[in-house]
């Protein structure tokens, strides 16, 4: 027999960061953008959430979430895995930068693309009960 639960499933983010990061102004974005960003991924992905029963991991191949992951851990191979803790704690930092931490403290890339790849990786994770997020150089 075939155990489909162990076969990778994809499907497509209901929100395109793309179209996130068109929403957002300023680098970094304000907390008030950021927070409107976050109901903006939330209403797109709750809906989703049956289709992610029995997943673990979430992969996107996305350019800006690449460079800002790799930033952060040093990290240059093509595929990086972070687990949910770490994608939070960059949240922080991104957070921390929209409240005024200055760039020269931090110097995670904080503009629309990445800010918006970040923002839906985390909520995907949160709100879809992912453990790890692999970011693929697309």
Do not use: C, K, N, Y
Not at 37 to 50: N, V
Request: charged letters at 20%; aromatic letters at 2%.
């Amino acid at each position: 027999t075939h155990d489909l639960a162990q076969e990778p499933v994809e499907h497509a983010l209901p929100l395109s960061a793309p179209a996130l990061a068109a929403t957002l102004r300023g680098t970094p974005p304000s907390p008030l953008a950021l927070e409107q960003a976050i109901e903006q991924i939330e209403d797109a992905i709750m809906p989703a959430r049956a289709l992610t029963t029995g997943a673990t991991r979430l992969v996107l191949a996305d350019a800006a979430l690449h460079a800002l992951v790799a930033s952060a851990s040093d990290a240059r191979a093509d595929e990086i895995t972070l687990g949910r803790d770490a994608v939070e704690r960059l949240f922080e930092r991104l957070a921390a930068r929209a409240q005024g931490r200055p760039a020269t403290q931090d110097a995670l890339p904080t503009g629309p693309a990445s800010s918006a790849a970040l923002l839906l990786a985390r909520e995907a994770l949160h709100h879809w009960g992912l453990q790890t997020l692999t970011v693929r150089r697309s």
